[in-house]
């Protein structure tokens, strides 16, 4: 029983320290885009997009915050990085 909740335990920190990385991530891109766009070599990138993508993940990070025990927020950032990635990849065709 010990052994699981230890689990548990190590998910939840896990999942806080991921929230608070999105959150991080979010700020700068929030506040910052057009530093984030040069500093992932799209210097063209629209500072708008940056921007939305930001607050997603400040959203994202603060509802993992909120419940570090739902797998829900976890996925839903996940798919979150999946737009992320989606954007990122279109900037370098």
Do not use: C
């Amino acid at each position: 029983m010990q052994h699981h909740e230890d689990q548990r335990r190590k998910a939840e920190q896990l999942a806080v320290g991921l929230g608070w990385f999105s959150i991080g991530l979010g700020l700068t891109e929030l506040l910052a885009p057009r530093s984030v766009a040069r500093a992932i070599g799209m210097p063209d990138a629209s500072g708008g997009v940056l921007q939305a993508l930001g607050t997603r993940e400040i959203a994202n990070g603060i509802a993992i915050l909120a419940q570090p025990d739902n797998p829900t927020w976890l996925w839903s950032r996940v798919g979150g990085d999946g737009l992320d990635l989606a954007y990122l990849s279109s900037g370098f065709q």
